[in-house]
């Protein structure tokens, strides 16, 4: 005779990897009470359309399109039966009492699951400048996307995923836009110099103005005291661009300030081990809080990318639920970005040895694929307009394809894409 599990699920996190959490708790048969609680007062969203279809022209008629939530709240509470906490933000966990802190009152739990990300790292000297944003939540988007429909003079700091996203956006609409990137390239840490400046080609056929290797001096403003404006942007070199919308992309930091005098390991996130357990009882970590050790690359990383955390969110969730049969999480890092016309995939790591161009040219536009060398092993994989042929590379890397035989492997796939 069955009986009803009475422990308490905490997630602190509204996000995909919580949600994901929430869904593989329920479906592992896990049915005592789940808390969900989120900073936002939204349901849980989709972030990558935020800086690329939701920031595009609406149609006629619809001056601002709906955003993009995963699931809606009647489902949240009637079918996966969720309490749901939205607009409530963790400040402490007190681990001996077994209960998340928050402003409105302590959550108890039994067992806990952190999904709080990351948070925008911010340009300094610009609080209290309105113009100025990052892109990193749904009410920064609907900033950023009434600033752009009203035709504002778009500087970008930062040519990584997001700032180069809102650069294209801004770009089919027709406006004036300038990246500037302090690297010599752009993302010089996700997919390394080689093919950062092979990457920077897209920004330059599409007419967009790419500044690399110049640091943002300082951002001017006009208004009274209470009320200023960003007015420009002054390069480190002196250079001066003008800006009525000015987006800052220059990277995130985990959210763990709530974390800070709690027991558990704090370095870059929260420290997990491979099973994203975090060293004490009940509590595991997901998504870009967690800096877990990947047995498939053998080292510690902290993934930023849609895929990891909600397969993250789902392993950290079955996990807690069944300790005793807790199984490694193990992954080849996948991410993806738009930019103008051309999709950019990634899968594996980028610490290699050797970058080689393996199929088309990366001085004309259209489809290419660099692959990565790591010792005599197959490490990652890079195309641009290689739909057909990122998950190959993947399952190589993923099965320790050597070198030679990626080589190989590529050479039947270029003729193949010949045909």
Not at 339 to 356: H, K, L, M, N, P
């Amino acid at each position: 005779m069955s009986t009803t599990d009475r422990r308490r699920l905490v997630v602190v996190g509204a996000s995909l990897a919580g949600l994901r959490a929430v869904e593989a708790a329920r479906k592992a048969g896990f049915d005592g009470e789940i808390v969900l609680i989120g900073a936002e007062q939204h349901l849980p969203y989709d972030r990558p359309p935020l800086s690329k279809a939701f920031l595009e022209p609406a149609d006629a008629g619809t001056p601002v399109p709906d955003h993009p939530v995963l699931r809606s709240e009647e489902m949240l509470i009637s079918q996966l039966g969720v309490h749901l906490m939205l607009g409530t933000r963790a400040t402490g966990l007190d681990t001996d009492r077994r209960v998340v802190v928050t402003a409105a009152d302590d959550v108890a739990y039994d067992l806990l699951i952190i999904a709080t990300g990351a948070g925008a790292r911010e340009l300094p000297g610009t609080q209290g400048i309105s113009g100025v944003h990052s892109l990193r939540t749904l009410d920064d988007a609907i900033a950023v996307r009434a600033a752009l429909d009203d035709g504002a003079r778009t500087v970008v700091v930062g040519a990584g995923f997001i700032g180069s996203e809102v650069a294209s956006t801004a770009s089919k609409r027709g406006l004036a836009v300038t990246v500037v990137e302090a690297q010599p390239t752009p993302l010089v840490r996700a997919i390394g110099p080689v093919m950062g400046e092979a990457i920077a080609s897209l920004h330059q056929r599409n007419g967009t103005a790419l500044r690399c290797g110049v640091g943002v001096g300082r951002i001017e403003s006009v208004g009274t005291a209470e009320s200023r404006r960003v007015d420009s942007v002054v390069l480190e070199d002196g250079s001066t661009l003008p800006a009525d919308l000015v987006v800052v992309g220059i990277g995130t930091a985990p959210a763990v300030g709530w974390l800070r005098d709690s027991p558990l390991t704090l370095e870059n996130g929260i420290v997990c081990d491979e099973t994203l357990w975090t060293g004490v009882e009940g509590i595991y970590a997901a998504g870009d809080v967690a800096n877990w050790y990947n047995p498939l690359v053998a080292r510690r990383q902290r993934l930023e990318h849609w895929t990891s955390a909600a397969e993250q969110g789902a392993a950290a969730a079955r996990n807690a639920v069944d300790p005793n049969s807790a199984r490694p999480y193990s992954t080849v890092p996948y991410f993806w970005s738009d930019w103008y016309d051309s999709r950019i995939q990634f899968v594996g790591i980028t610490d290699a040895d050797e970058v080689a161009v393996v199929d088309g040219d990366t001085d004309v536009a259209g489809r290419w694929v660099a692959l990565y060398r790591t010792g005599d092993a197959l490490a990652g994989a890079l195309t641009v307009n290689g739909q057909a042929d990122i998950m190959k590379y993947r399952a190589q890397i993923a099965k320790g394809t050597s070198w030679s035989d990626a080589l190989r492997f590529a050479e039947k796939r270029r003729v193949l894409a010949a045909r």
